[in-house]
């Protein structure tokens, strides 16, 4: 960040999303900071979106909106497959996505890959509302270490393995820059079983249109079907852009009505965003968009 944005009142908390534009709410009460052997972290105690996690001044999840990314992050790819049994989570320290991976009766097996620890810890102390005790579930096996060695290392023999692996990361930058790379992409498509899907974040389409559109086009080198799709998250005060990719598994192919079937048949409660309509609505591109991932 340069030295010429300027500063705003005390009291508030920012995220700048582009050079000139940003986001900010009130702060409230600061319950823990610190660094970590990665990065610095701050937990708030916030008016408006309860508790809320940060890492290097970037908002990270808060307890009254998470559910708007995690939910869409994993049920868009999950509800379009036939039964998740194996998925992958590199990153997701605060349990979200696994939590929201429990919710499918077929899951036996979800394993965390996070490489700061202190970030389970704040979690597993501050983010109950989050995680809803999904690290501590005994399908859940949380790994604490890099990601991208886990990818493509030391589960590189193992091929097929995943239905679903989930990007639950920090932006594109810094020690996460690499695991949103061509190559590793395809180190994740090997270990996906032949129906298998990634799952991830873009960015915000308005502020971070190179980034977006750079992240589709290496997909798209990669995978066979790839769907990006949008939604509003509060926390990150923009339009949010997420993103399945597969070679086989394609979520528009399932209607909306047999998505509101499938999860009644599943029993997949709590769920405070995602049906079926949605699920349709959000691959509906405005053409500002259409032209930016052509």
């Known amino acids: 960040m340069t030295d010429t944005k300027p500063l705003l009142p005390a009291g508030l908390l920012s995220e700048w999303l582009s050079e000139d534009a940003g986001y900010f709410l009130k702060a409230g009460r600061l319950l823990e900071a610190g660094e970590s052997r990665f990065q610095h972290y701050e937990v708030w105690e916030t008016p408006r979106l309860g508790r809320l996690f940060r890492l290097d001044g970037c908002f990270m999840s808060s307890e009254r909106d998470e559910f708007l990314y995690h939910e869409n992050l994993i049920h ?34 979800v394993k965390i890959v996070e490489l700061d620890e202190k970030v389970v810890d704040i979690s597993r102390r501050y983010l109950q509302d989050v995680h ?22 030391d589960a590189s023999a193992i091929a097929g393995r ?15 820059e690499a695991l949103y ?96 309509a949605v699920h349709h609505a959000q691959f509906a591109l405005p053409n500002h968009l259409r032209a930016l991932l052509a």
């Open 181 to 276: 790379g061509e190559d590793f992409f395809r180190a994740c498509r090997a270990l996906l079983a032949e129906d298998g899907a990634l799952s991830l974040h873009l960015g915000a389409a308005f502020f971070q249109s190179e980034r977006v559109g750079s992240l589709v086009r290496r997909l798209r080198q990669v995978f066979a079907c790839v769907r990006p799709y949008f939604v509003h998250i509060p926390l990150y005060g923009s339009l949010w852009g997420l993103a399945t990719a597969s070679d086989r598994l394609d979520p528009l192919s399932v209607n909306a009505d047999e998505i509101d079937r499938r999860i009644v048949k599943r029993r997949i409660g709590g769920l405070q965003h995602y049906n079926g």
């Open 162 to 176: 995943y239905d679903l692996i989930v990007l639950d990361l920090t932006d594109p930058e810094g020690l996460a």
């Open 132 to 153: 809803h005790g999904a690290l501590d579930d005994p399908r859940v096996e949380l790994c604490i270490g890099d990601g991208l060695r886990y990818v493509t290392i």
């Open 76 to 109: 868009v790819p999950g509800m379009a497959h036939d039964g998740l049994r194996r998925a992958l989570v590199i990153g997701g320290g605060d349990g979200g996505s696994a939590e929201e991976l429990l919710k499918h009766p077929t899951i036996e097996h």
